[in-house]
């Protein structure tokens, strides 16, 4: 797993799955478009809805609940990062949310 920048992420959305695995109540506040929602406690249950020969970005608000997301992801035969200082860093960067 490797944990990448905010830019590397932005750059890399539109070849990637964006996994946002934030709770409902974190991701109202916004989400990087195209994302898609599975929150780390439903992940196991859900694991089908991520196709294995797309590589995954794993976000949540800082990146500390991602980098173990991106962690199982890769050990269950995925090709998972993280993105380094979650929402919070892409927000104050300006990046764009929906």
């Known amino acids: 797993m ?13 070849a990637a799955r964006i996994l946002d695995v934030r709770e409902d109540f974190e991701v109202a506040e916004g989400m990087i478009p195209g994302a898609l929602h599975i929150p780390v406690g439903q992940l196991q249950a859900r694991l089908g809805e991520l196709d294995p020969a797309v590589p995954v ?3 949540c ?8 997301v991106a962690d ?3 050990g269950a035969g995925y090709k998972a990062d993280t993105m380094a200082g979650g929402m919070t860093a892409w927000t104050r960067a300006g990046l764009p949310t929906t």
Do not use: C, P, W
């Not at 490797?2 to 539109?14: K, L, P, V």
């Not at 608000?61 to 173990?68: L, V």
């Open 72 to 74: 199982a992801l890769n």
């Open 61 to 68: 608000r800082s990146g500390n609940r991602s980098a173990a």
């Open 57 to 59: 970005i794993a976000v």
């Open 2 to 14: 490797a944990d990448i920048a905010i830019t590397e992420a932005d750059r890399r959305r539109s």
